[in-house]
């Protein structure tokens, strides 16, 4: 009992009212399932089996595990630099994802969809579909491979990121988006996964040289399913566009 009323003492929910209640909050993580509880991650934490309300879905890009030799000349020196020069055009070109509101996390970027209305997850079959249908998502961008899917948590605006001693922002706001818009894009990075997380990425069906091998002369065309570099790489699947930018040490994580 104790505890139940200590834990609802160091706890809130978010709402954007209470936004500046965080301030300075060191580490605070803020939940994305039931009640969107904000506080230390302890006290926030759901396990998956107690997910019963979907509020939202992470997209982590955390700069920390990004190979700086992806971003050619100009490797990003903070977490607005990483938004202002690649984020945000990423995001842009895709109609779900530039719905998307963006935090700088203190590491980098927490890409977060906020659902209206929210996914109630009434069974243990249910949280087994949107975990995947999360992880899916996720991997429409260089997000960190091993990152939790339903259960995410983000940190709230205007907390301190305890490992950088960086302030959370609000860099862009959200719109809120639709189970609807969710599902049709997750069918789209499943008929499409090359050419959905391409484009995203590149703009484009076409790069040349080849992100991949970087050699003078190739070219690399963007297919449904898979790439195709002419003059080096041969046919490439869409876990290399994305590995692109991450670091070896943590790639090897991603299910190939
Ligand atoms: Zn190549």
Known sequence: MVITERSKMKTESATNDNRCLHLGKVGWRECLLNDRRVGPTEHVSVAAEQAGMLHGIMIDLDLNIFDPGAFNAKAPQSPTEFFDDHVARWLDR?????????????????????????????????????????????????????????????????????????????????????????????????????????????????????????????????MDRTGMCYGSCGKVKPERLLDVFLRPRRSEGRTK
């Open 94 to 222: 895709s109609t779900l994802l530039r719905k998307a509101e963006a935090r700088c996390s203190g590491n980098g970027i927490h890409v977060l969809l906020w659902l209206d209305p929210p996914i109630p997850l009434i069974s243990a079959s249910d949280r087994k579909l949107w975990d995947a249908c999360i992880r899916i998502v996720q991997t429409s961008l260089p997000s960190d491979p091993d990152a939790p899917g339903l259960t995410s948590l983000t940190r709230p605006i205007g907390s301190i990121n305890e490992k950088s001693n960086l302030e959370v922002k609000l860099l862009r706001e959200g719109q809120p988006v639709t189970q609807d818009e969710i599902i049709t894009f997750r069918n789209e990075m499943i008929s499409a996964p090359f050419k959905t997380v391409h484009r995203i990425l590149a703009g484009d069906e076409h790069q040349s040289p080849c992100p991949i091998c970087r050699k003078d002369g190739t070219t690399l065309t963007a």
